[in-house]
């Protein structure tokens, strides 16, 4: 079949599962945690602890968690990623704009296989990651070469993007305008175990760099905010300081109100609407605070998909 002049713009986010029952989680899980670049223990270890002890138990408990969020439409993942594309869409009417997940549906081979079919002959898969991660982007990468079909061009991150800086400085200028301003400022991101990034994972580096381009645009001093990781998973260190600690701390330091907005997440997703506005808005409150206030992700957001268009637009004429 001959390939036409026809491009596409294929987003990529992680994936989420289909339901909130544990037969779906534990589905979603087994594919995202057998990912040797999200867990890098031996197979013959990993693969046995994973099926007979950690699926069976976190499947349940994170059923629970994913049905306190479950929207009409499904994962809120799933939701605002689909809005997000409709909104690139939208922006981009001489392009084919899909997306895609890299754990569950639909799949990045899925969606290569449809714009095959629709004879498209070039693609700009932009990762829905605005720091770079080996455990997240570079996942991504692994599958897309081996599906892609035709010549593609990967986004690796966005982190520096003036219009992604700006969208989120202005979101979080709109939150404080409609619900007032918190004493402090906590910038949020999912945290890596410290051995990836102490073999050369940029992430951090990246996260850091993030927080200093908004910091800068909102003219926040640096007793105004603070940056902490979120989301440990296993026993091993991570990034610190983390964001649970971090919020209790000021809390009993007398801070009554703080914000947090997690600009590692392009849309909502467990980690912020179950996480943070859940769990670590109880745990603020518990050690003193008064109120927790998350500013949501940018989701579907015209600021967003405008930064996203052009983003994909200048890595087509690359
Ligand atoms: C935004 C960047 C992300 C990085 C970096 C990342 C690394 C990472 N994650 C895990 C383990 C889990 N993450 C889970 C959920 C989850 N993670 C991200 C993003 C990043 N992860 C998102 C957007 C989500 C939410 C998905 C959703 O459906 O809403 C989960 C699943 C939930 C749970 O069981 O707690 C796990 C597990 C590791 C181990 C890791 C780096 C090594
Ligand atoms: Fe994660
Ligand atoms: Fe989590």
Sequence with gaps: MRMTDETAVLLVNLGTPDAATPGAVRRYLAQFLMDPRVVQ??????????????L???SRRVARKYASIWMPGGSPLAVHTRNLAAAVQERLPHMRVMHAMRYGNPSIPDAFAALRSERIGRVVVLPLYPQYSTTTTASVDDIVRRARNMPTHSVADYHLDPAWVRAIADSIRAHWSEHGRGERLVFSFHGLPQRVVDNGDPYAVQCAASVAAIVE???LASHDYVHTYQSRFGKERWLEPATMPTLEA??????KRVDVVCPGFAVDCLETLEEIAELNADAFRHAGGHALRYIPCL???PAHADALAALAERALRQ
Excluded: K, S, T
């Design 41 to 54: 223990l031996p197979r013959w270890l990993w693969a046995p602890l994973l099926r007979g002890v950690i």
């Design 56 to 58: 069976p138990l976190r």
């Design 217 to 219: 645009n909102l003219g």
């Design 250 to 255: 000021l809390a009993r330091q007398g801070v």
């Design 299 to 301: 989701n579907d957001a």
